[in-house]
């Protein structure tokens, strides 16, 4: 089993930044791909970005060039690095974890956080 926790979701102009965590315990950290998805209201939940224990990463279209995913390790921690944010990124936003390599379809993730809100005024 795996327990993942998220924090770092708020409320933000359009342009502005935040870092989003995701504090992973229970089984052993490196083996896991780790991905950020996010779900609107009324929406299906969707891929945001991907990093693999070795530090492969994958984004969607839409957030390239102004979202990085990183992990550490060391502290059992990924993150999302959120910046020139847009309304149109409002979402509760998922942590998960699978074992293998990174993917883009939550139905092949094993693990899920509870979710944090990100809302982002015009």
């Known amino acids: 089993q795996v327990q993942l926790v998220e924090s770092g979701g708020g409320l933000v102009q359009a342009g502005g930044s935040l870092r989003l965590s995701c504090a992973a315990s229970g089984r052993t950290f490196t083996s896991y791909a780790m991905g950020w998805f996010r779900q609107a209201p009324g929406k299906e939940r969707k891929f945001v970005a991907a990093?693999?224990?070795?530090?492969?990463?994958g984004y969607a279209d839409s957030v390239k060039g102004r979202f990085t995913i990183s992990r550490d390790n060391t502290k059992n921690t990924v993150y999302l690095q959120m910046n020139s944010l847009k309304p149109e990124d409002t979402a509760v936003y998922y942590c998960?974890?699978?074992?293998?390599?990174?993917?883009?379809?939550?139905?092949?993730?094993?693990?899920w956080g509870q979710g944090t809100q990100v809302t982002v005024s015009s």
């Open positions: 990093i693999s224990y070795g530090g492969t990463t």
């Open positions: 998960a974890a699978r074992s293998g390599t990174i993917a883009k379809v939550p139905a092949w993730y094993d693990y």
